[in-house]
């Protein structure tokens, strides 16, 4: 399934175009409403993506040997925990509106989600389907981790917008015009939206709007320095526990 939406329509001339700041990652208050659509949209979707993908490869092999000494200890402490797979699959939204299957380890009890106001169901603080150790896994962002198959198969990145469920995408597409413009890139394991706190499902246009603003300013700026200032930052709120996660 692919957006059809015609990004043409956004372009900004260069009259409008807007340099930002290159020390984003400090500057979280740069990241504005008004100052954040990224400049120069044909120039992103014509942009060299082979280094980034190389760096995705050659990064995302490496990491998955931690995966495999990790898995075996995770793997145990979600069966202790929970009845259900290991490895839970879910539809998401990639680039270009493809849809993919998306992998995590599994951190709920297996229950059937009913909603009937036509919203997405998403995660919240406190969220009862959520077990002990399946907390444990979302604060430290380590069931993030069977996502380097993704990156390996190609279907995301070690760094870009994260990837939301159909629903969700649908839902803010409705909402936000320029939500569309997520879509330019491949989805990845964490974002600039990540490493400024901004994780977990939400419903709160207020919130997705700053997490929105974050995914189009590394949309504009995107380079690997910057992707390797996300990771370091990632890995710092993993050791912390500051990672938002609910």
């Known amino acids: 399934m692919i957006y059809k939406k015609d990004f043409s329509l956004w372009f900004w001339n260069y009259e409008q175009e807007r340099v930002f700041s290159t020390d984003l990652l ?18 992103i979707e014509k942009k060299n ?18 995966y495999a000494v990790l898995f075996p200890v995770i793997a145990l402490g979600i069966k ?10 879910q539809k998401r939204t990639g680039k270009n509106g493809h849809v993919f299957i998306c992998y995590k380890f599994r951190t709920m009890h297996v229950l059937k989600s009913n909603h009937n106001d036509r919203k997405p169901v998403v995660t919240v603080i406190g969220d009862s389907r959520i077990f002990a150790f ?14 380097l198959l993704n990156v390996l198969k190609g279907d995301m990145s070690l760094v870009g917008p994260r990837p939301y469920t159909i629903e969700e995408c649908a839902y803010w597409n409705g909402i936000f ?20 706190g901004y994780r977990g ?6 919130l997705m709007r700053k997490r929105l603003d974050c995914d189009l300013t590394y949309i504009g700026n995107s380079t690997l320095t910057l992707d390797l200032r996300i990771i370091f930052k990632t890995l710092v709120r993993m050791v912390i526990r500051d990672t938002n996660g609910h």
Request: charge should be neutral.
């Open 134 to 147: 399946g907390h444990f896994l979302r604060k430290t962002n380590l069931d993030e981790l069977p996502q």
């Open 201 to 206: 499902g939400t419903l709160d246009e207020g």
């Open 26 to 43: 400090s500057k979280p208050e740069a990241v504005s409403p008004e100052a954040v659509m990224p400049y120069q949209f044909k120039q």
């Open 177 to 196: 015009e320029d939500h569309y413009f997520r879509y330019l890139l491949k989805p990845g394991i964490t974002g600039f939206a990540q490493a400024h």
């Open 80 to 89: 202790l925990s929970s009845c259900g797979p290991i490895i839970f699959k």
């Open 49 to 66: 993506h082979i280094p980034k993908r190389a760096f995705d490869v050659f990064i995302g092999s490496v990491t998955f040997l931690f």
